[in-house]
Antibody, heavy 120, light 107 residues
């Protein structure tokens, strides 16, 4: 069965960087786009970006351009999301989510989420 | 960015009630509209994709409709496990955007 297992919670200071990992199993890793979505405490969902099967030219929301990098490691079927220059507003649960291969535009499997806390 | 507006933001309903949630896009998104259910402390779960297609394993009491800018999620007979927050999401334009959520609570 498809599984997306994310790395554990992180506590970071303002200005630092964080890397969240998403290890996948149960499907052909290189065939699917992977997205990242975050949710601040008590708030809604916000799309961060995605990486395509080739790993070339990820797409990022303008809001995060210059601060986010999404990469993939085909040898371990893992996707990473690194966010830099952290500020308190980046405190959120970060989710990886697999994009549907047939239609695109939505995510059919999600990781369990990783809480990132930014605090001095 | 395409703005997605859900209404209502919250509602109270009883088991067995029919519930309808609406989602409006700030510009036409064809039928690239999806619905998710989220329970506290859990990841979102896909319910409906491409406006009206039921995701595998989702009960048939859930249905979706609409195209262009106006969409609807309906639950025909609310069950105890349906009390949750529901989000719409457009996947037609980058960046993907979500509605602010509709919290369905027990009356």
């Amino acid at each position: 069965q498809v599984q997306l297992v994310q790395s554990g919670a992180e506590v970071k200071k303002p200005g630092a960087s964080v890397r969240v990992s998403c290890q996948t199993s149960g499907y052909t890793f290189i065939n699917y786009f992977m997205n990242w979505v975050r949710q601040a405490p008590g708030q809604g969902l916000e799309w961060i970006g995605k990486i395509n099967p080739s790993g070339v030219s990820p797409s990022y929301a303008q809001k995060f351009q210059g601060r986010v990098t999404i990469t993939r490691d085909t040898s371990t079927s893992t996707v990473h999301m690194e966010l830099s220059s952290l500020r308190s507003e980046d405190t959120a649960v970060y989710y990886c989510a697999r994009e549907n291969i047939k239609y695109g535009g939505f995510c059919d499997y999600w990781g369990q989420g990783t809480l990132v806390t930014v605090s001095s | 960015d395409v703005q997605m507006t859900q209404s209502p933001s919250s509602l109270s309903a009883s088991v067995g009630d029919r519930v309808t949630i609406t989602c409006r896009a700030s510009q036409s998104i064809s039928n690239f509209l999806n619905w998710y259910q989220q329970k506290p402390g859990k990841a979102p779960k896909l319910l409906i994709y491409i406006a009206s297609s039921l995701q595998s394993g989702v009960p048939s009491r859930f249905s979706g409709s609409g195209s262009g800018t106006d969409f609807t999620l309906s639950i025909s007979s609310l069950q105890p496990e349906d009390f949750a927050t529901y989000y719409c999401q457009q996947g037609y334009y980058f960046p993907w955007t979500f509605g602010q959520g509709t919290k369905v609570e027990i009356k």
